[in-house]
């Protein structure tokens, strides 16, 4: 069973910078698998952010692009977003799901059974 955990909200003026963490722990066996960024804001529905692919493919919604950042230390097992600039229309809850592809959160298509979640980190920007 594979086990996420966000950290690195908070709440930062517009322009400001954090960097979010989705710690994994457990393992997918030997497979390689996708991870993606999600947010929610309140009111709205959920959105891809980013999605970094099994061969190390990153993918980005047309708002974060050049701003956003995401990544992943092998070594430490923990995924990152790097979130530079930010604008009020960022806050949300954001979370990372493992084994659940960019395309797929693209495609509108549900993460299928093996995918996992975090609890979600909040992030807050004001103007």
């Known amino acids: 069973q594979v086990h996420l955990a966000e950290s690195g909200g908070g709440s930062v003026q517009a322009g400001g910078s954090l960097r979010l963490s989705c710690a994994v722990s457990?393992?997918?066996?030997?497979?390689?698998?996708?991870m993606v960024w999600l947010r929610q804001a309140p009111g709205k529905k959920r959105e891809g952010v980013a999605g970094?692919?099994?061969?190390?493919?990153?993918f980005y919604a047309d708002s974060v692009k050049g701003r956003f950042t995401i990544s992943k230390d092998n070594a430490k097992n923990i995924l990152y977003l790097e979130m530079h600039n930010l604008k009020p229309e960022a806050r949300a809850m954001y979370s990372c799901?493992?084994?659940?592809?960019?395309?797929?959160?693209?495609?509108?298509?549900?993460?299928?059974?093996?995918?996992?979640w975090g609890q979600g980190t909040q992030v807050t920007v004001s103007s």
């Open positions: 799901a493992g084994d659940y592809c960019w395309w797929a959160v693209v495609a509108g298509l549900p993460a299928g059974d093996s995918a996992s």
């Open positions: 457990g393992s997918y066996g030997a497979r390689n698998y996708c």
């Open positions: 970094l692919d099994s061969d190390g493919s990153t």
